[in-house]
């Protein structure tokens, strides 16, 4: 960052408040994320830490409200062609970055065309994309090859990966490398020096944003901000520890209280547990499939049979209100949910999967099962996978890691005895897995997917047809198809669905329904 730039940030920081130090108590929110920061680019990776990092300080195109209805955010008005295929959108007024630019046109174009090349839906609308351009600095326009169903969907999609809005030179850095400014146009601007990863981030508030003027409402409406600042204790790891700093105030916000530590936060008078989205999480087993023993689709397909669902939701979440069985790839209770395809996971036994395990031709390769061991949402999964998969015959090396350290290697292609994986295992937020272009685990295209890389010409056809399609009778006889090639080739193991309220001082309020972590309209009283 050359020197110019350094100083319009510091002195827009400073503008902003950002250089204010924590002397009102009552205006700071201290909250306890459920990870730690390292990756400060939600376009480069999944995480979740990353997207909820990227809604402090970064703005969308369009939002998605608790009823899942795609609403305008940074833009004002659009027209769509009689055609389809030209698209023209109309930025608001009064959008400006926190270096004091205005956002233009350019750097949407930008913006949207990195976080194509990375995301699963954005990749799939790019197929249909011939080209944009930015004829005025408040006008973009997208020109289609051919008309799509998917484009307000993907711009307004909520979760991982969010096509956040950067200037064009934070935008222009190539996608398979992490960006090095932190620059956005989002109601918090984040206090760089004030950053230390397994320590604390600080977001102060943006006094010159401008928020939307209708009600707030999942990522969409009016992103107001009533604290100065939000701090994230981020060394705060031992889960009693985190109850115990809450219970004495000395922190407002728990955003993923393990499990365990339920029973004791609800006897507490001074704390209130919020189920801030209602559709929750779905678990997930991802397959290396470049690897052996996993580039089999019959080794697959027994560890799909060997990996019931509730052995891991009785295992990690043990609460029977917070968890669901769900036999579906896509949410339970959303439009594409559905048992289509499912039987060989769903209705099968451990002697099933032992019988498949021996007809596969397994020669005995271990299993590198990948287990962070300070995320808590998480950490019990891989111990059941572990546990299941070694009944079914298979052999499996456990490795134990931090959650960070899990995310950078599960990026790598190499074998899993060079530092590579065969198994790891995650969470969802609904909005990412609700259909077959959100859902990345599902995306086919070898080494441009999602970490684990199937390849599978079926499901892509499928899928392009499913962004073509604009009857909903017609979408879901797709996304059942689909669903259908994907247990059939065994693209990942869905491992049921949970929600895991967050815990919150009494006196906070204004929390907004929908996923994500997100720190507009919190109120301090």
């Not at 913006?111 to 194509?116: F, L, N, V």
């Not at 249909?128 to 307000?152: H, K």
């Not at 006897?267 to 991802?286: E, H, I, N, S, W």
């Not at 290396?288 to 052995?311: S, Y």
């Amino acid at each position: 960052m050359n020197r110019k730039i350094v100083a319009a940030v510091l002195l827009a920081a400073a503008a902003s408040g950002a250089a204010i130090s924590a002397s009102a108590q009552d205006k700071v929110l201290r909250v306890v994320p459920h990870s730690n920061l390292s990756i400060l680019d939600p376009i480069w990776t999944t995480q979740f830490m990353a997207r909820n990092h990227g809604y402090m300080i970064y703005d969308t195109l369009f939002g998605t409200d608790e009823k899942n209805r795609v609403q305008p955010q940074m833009v004002d008005t659009w027209t769509v062609s009689p055609d389809k295929r030209l698209w023209t959108f109309r930025l608001r007024d009064g959008l400006e970055f926190h270096d004091g630019k205005p956002v233009t046109g350019e750097d949407v174009a930008a913006s949207i065309a990195r976080w194509g090349k990375r995301d699963a839906m954005g990749q799939k609308l790019m197929t249909f994309v011939e080209r944009m351009d930015s004829p005025d600095p408040r006008t973009f326009r997208i020109f289609l090859r051919e008309a799509c169903g998917i484009m307000l969907e993907a711009l307004g999609k909520p979760s991982s990966n969010v096509p956040f809005i950067m200037t064009k030179r934070v935008a222009d850095t190539p996608a398979d490398k992490q960006i090095e400014e932190h620059i956005g146009s989002g109601p918090y601007i984040f206090v760089r020096d004030q950053f230390k990863p397994g320590d604390k981030a600080v977001y102060a508030k943006n006094t010159k944003y401008k928020p939307r003027s209708e009600k707030p409402s999942g990522t969409a409406g009016g992103k107001f901000v009533y604290v100065d600042r939000v701090e994230w204790n981020l060394a705060l790891r031992d889960g009693q520890a985190q109850v115990n700093a809450l219970a004495k105030g000395e922190i407002d916000v728990l955003e993923r209280p393990a499990f365990e530590s339920y029973e004791q936060l609800r006897k507490d008078d001074g704390v209130l547990l919020v189920t801030k989205d209602p559709l929750g999480f779905q678990y997930m087993a991802r397959f290396n499939h470049l690897h052996p023993p996993f580039n089999n689709p019959k080794i697959r397909q027994a560890a799909l049979a060997a990996m019931q669902q509730e052995p891991f939701l009785r295992a990690q979440v043990g609460i029977k209100e917070f968890y669901k069985p769900c036999a579906s790839m896509f949410t339970c209770g959303t439009p594409y949910g559905s048992a289509k395809g499912s039987d060989v996971q769903s209705k099968s036994n451990m002697k099933k999967a032992q019988e498949m395990l021996k007809a596969s031709g397994y020669d005995g390769t271990p299993v590198v099962i990948l287990k962070p061991t300070d995320l808590a949402a998480i950490q019990k999964l891989p111990d059941v996978a572990a546990q299941l998969l070694r009944q079914a015959g298979f052999k499996v090396d456990l490795q134990a890691m931090d959650w960070n350290t899990v995310v950078s290697r599960r990026a790598k292609k190499e074998p899993p005895a060079q530092g590579g994986w065969n198994i790891f295992l995650t969470a969802w937020v609904a909005p990412d897995i609700w259909n077959p272009l959100t859902n990345a685990a599902i995306g086919s295209q070898g080494e441009k997917s999602w970490f684990g890389w199937p390849t599978d010409d079926t499901i892509e056809k499928l899928r392009d047809q499913f962004a073509r399609a604009t009857d909903d009778a017609k979408k879901k006889a797709l996304a059942e198809a689909i669903q259908v090639r994907a247990f059939e080739i065994g693209t990942h193991a869905p491992l049921g669905e949970y929600v895991n309220p967050l815990a919150t001082r009494k006196n906070i309020s204004g929390w907004v329904i929908g996923p994500g972590d997100i720190y507009w309209n919190v109120k301090k009283n």
